[in-house]
C-alpha cells in the first residue's frame, strides 16, 4: 500500500541532505510553489501522481522504489553497529576496563609506537600565528584527506585485546567549513605499520558523530580524574576489605 507520508517524510530529508531550495525543485520537477508544503497537510486528501514521484525521483537521484519504501530516517545496519560499539567503549571507558592516555605525536612517541605512522598523520607544521600558545599542524584524515585540518598533536590512545592500540584523534577546521571539531578514531595495527579507520564525525552521521564525541566527552572525564598508581590501589583495596571485615 502507498505510504504518502513515508514518501515526503524522505523527500524531506534527501532535501535537507542535499542542500536543495523546495521551491526551486518543485519548480524543477513541473509542480507549483508550496505543491509539497499542501500535500504535508492532514486534510490534504491528494495523492502525488506516478510522473511527479519519477520526476523529484530523478531530481533527487534515488530510484522510485526507494524513494517510496524506504526509510531513510532509520539508521542502516552499519551505522547501528558502529554505534553499538562506541556505546560499549564508553561503558568501558567510564568503567575504567580501558585507561586512556594522553600522549604527543613527537619523534620520540613515534619511535615508542616502533612506526611512523603518527608523524604521517601529523603532517607538516602550520604557520606559528594560528595559535601562539600551541604548535599546530596540519592534519591529513584518512576519512576525507582534502578536509584541510589542524590539530596539536595531542591524542589519547589505549590498549584494547583484539583491536591493538586504539588512538582517538580531535582536530580544528580553522576555516570552520565543517564547523566544530572532527572526532576520529583509528586502529594502529603494529605488524602492517599502518593506521585502520574505524570512525569519523567527517562521515557525516548523526549517530555516530553523537557516539564519538560522547566517547571523547567520557575520555576528557577520565583524564582529569585523579591519577592512583596501580600499587596505591592494591594498599587502598586492603584497607577497604580490613575495614569490611572489621566491621
Not at 521551491?23 to 500535500?39: A, D, I
Not at 612506526?115 to 606559528?128: D, Q
Not at 605488524?191 to 566517547?215: E, F, Q, R
Amino acid at each position: 500500500m502507498f505510504d504518502k507520508d513515508r514518501l515526503l517524510k524522505n523527500i524531506n530529508i534527501l532535501i535537507k541532505e542535499r542542500g536543495l531550495k523546495i521551491g526551486e525543485l518543485e519548480t524543477s520537477v513541473g509542480v507549483s510553489t508550496g505543491y509539497l508544503s499542501r500535500l504535508h497537510r492532514a486534510e490534504t486528501n491528494v495523492i502525488p501522481g506516478i510522473d511527479f514521484v519519477s520526476n523529484i525521483a530523478d531530481a533527487l537521484d534515488v530510484s522510485i522504489d526507494a524513494l517510496i519504501n524506504s526509510e531513510f530516517d532509520r539508521p542502516n545496519d552499519n551505522t547501528m553497529y558502529m554505534a553499538n560499539f562506541l556505546k560499549e567503549l564508553i561503558s568501558d571507558t567510564n568503567q575504567l576496563v580501558y585507561d586512556w592516555e594522553l600522549s604527543i605525536s613527537t619523534e620520540a612517541t613515534d619511535n615508542a609506537y616502533g612506526t611512523g605512522v603518527t608523524s604521517e598523520l601529523k603532517g607538516n607544521k602550520i604557520p606559528s600565528d594560528y595559535n601562539s600558545e600551541s604548535t599546530y599542524f596540519n592534519y591529513r584524515s584518512r576519512f576525507n584527506p582534502g578536509a584541510n585540518l589542524v590539530f596539536d598533536g595531542k591524542h589519547y590512545f589505549t590498549e584494547i585485546d583484539g583491536m591493538g592500540v586504539i588512538l582517538l584523534f580531535a582536530a580544528e577546521d580553522p576555516k570552520n567549513r565543517i564547523g566544530g571539531n572532527v572526532f576520529e578514531l583509528y586502529s594502529l595495527d603494529y605488524y602492517k605499520n599502518m593506521l585502520i579507520p574505524i570512525c569519523s564525525t567527517l562521515d557525516n552521521d548523526g549517530v555516530v558523530d553523537a557516539s564519538l564525541k560522547d566517547l571523547y566527552a567520557s575520555v576528557l572525564a577520565r583524564d582529569k580524574d585523579l591519577k592512583i598508581s596501580n600499587d596505591a590501589k592494591e594498599l587502598i583495596e586492603k584497607y577497604l576489605k580490613k575495614k569490611s571485615h572489621d566491621q
